[in-house]
């Protein structure tokens, strides 16, 4: 099988980032503030915290973006609110040509958009879409691999788009954010979206970056204080921006290695191993025979998460065994026998390749 994983940042350049985010929050908070727990409530003259307005202004700085808005819901609500922000019932979106993840599917139905294919991997294939298309209004792009082939690049397919038609681009960069260089919005995309929970933040909220126009939107419609992220919240999400980096980085630097020394045949059980993003950039191994769910029944025992929480949240420290995505045993069913997914999370390489090694003999 071939993957295409995305670049992760080194660990020297997701240490960069934390500076940033750090030189960031000293621009916009006194130093007193960012001892607090923050404000609460709907502060008149801006009706939300103070605190977030100002997490917000940091946010929007990190990423080179015009304007940032937090909201309830996680990465799901974020990529909802984005749609609505740019689109209208009964509007025409594109999509790449893959299965759509769940509750983004869910909110194309809500929101009554008609969703338009094409395959991202071919650019020619985008141009001819939106040009057959003219009545497209937007366009989804989500940042991580959708399918095992996938292997698009989102400069290029937002160069690509803003080349033919003068519509909004939203991505989903859940699973993305702050492990690759450039987030949506730093290719040229309108409006990135986020889980501030899948960078060590708090549950439930989630992060708009992008276009002021587009923001400004949702800003006047979340004018309950029930919506609104409360300052301790806020605080929270700057919190998990400046630590998630370089756990990320050393994660992915933990992937490599444990690719590496599986297939030098380290574990003789081991057939091969290789990245991808599926979503979140993971480990998979195949073994040579169909011992996967096995495997998994031992690993639990040796201490691994038999499962994930918000992948890669602030709560997943030990290295998370679990069975492939949906989509890879759509592509090859009887993968599920002899393949597994592991997410290092915040574990070392040889702690990885203990359990994997634990497991097996327990099974074999």
């Keep these: 099988m071939q993957t295409y994983p995305l670049q992760s940042m080194s660990v020297e350049e997701a240490a960069m980032l934390q500076f940033q985010v750090v030189d960031c929050i000293t621009k916009v908070f006194e130093g007193h503030e960012s001892l607090t727990r923050g404000d609460l409530g709907v502060v008149m003259g801006i009706n939300m915290p103070v605190t977030t307005r100002k997490a917000e202004k940091v946010i929007a700085e990190v990423f080179g973006a015009e304007a940032c808005i937090l909201v309830r819901g996680a990465g799901s609500a974020a990529i909802r609110f984005g749609l609505h922000s740019m689109m209208r019932p009964g509007d025409r979106l594109l999509v790449h040509r893959a299965p759509i993840y769940n509750t983004t599917a869910a909110s194309l139905e809500m929101m009554g958009i008609e969703a338009v294919e094409a395959d991202f ?17 937007g366009v989804l792009v989500q940042y991580t691999r959708q399918l095992p082939e996938d292997r698009y690049d989102m400069h290029e397919v ?28 730093q290719c040229g995309a309108d409006l990135s979206c986020f889980s501030a929970f899948k960078l060590l933040g708090p549950e439930g909220v989630g992060v708009i970056v992008g276009k002021q126009e587009l923001i400004g939107r949702l800003v006047k419609e979340s004018y309950s204080g029930g919506m609104q992220v409360q300052g301790h919240e806020a605080l929270n999400v700057l919190r998990g921006m400046v630590y998630a980096p370089v756990s990320l980085a050393l994660s992915a630097r933990v992937n490599e290695e444990c690719v590496r020394r599986l297939n030098s045949g380290e574990i003789p059980a081991v057939k091969q191993a290789f990245l991808a993003n599926a979503q979140s950039k993971v480990l998979l191994v195949e073994f040579r025979e169909n011992i996967a769910e096995r495997v998994l029944e031992e690993a639990e025992k040796s201490g691994a998460a038999p499962n994930p929480v918000g992948a890669e949240s602030k709560y997943e420290l030990v290295p998370m065994f679990y069975r492939i995505s949906g989509t890879f045993r759509k592509a090859d069913p009887e993968l599920e026998h002899r393949m597994i997914r592991i997410n290092p999370m915040r574990a070392g390489a040889d702690t990885v390749l203990r359990i994997i090694k634990e497991s097996v003999e327990r099974v074999v």
């Design 121 to 137: 991997n071919d650019s020619e294939e985008i141009r001819r879409v939106l040009t057959d298309n003219p009545d497209i209004k």
């Design 158 to 185: 937002v160069r690509v788009i803003k080349q033919i038609a003068d519509i909004p681009v939203l991505t989903d960069d859940n699973y993305a954010a702050m492990k690759v260089k450039d987030i949506g919005v």
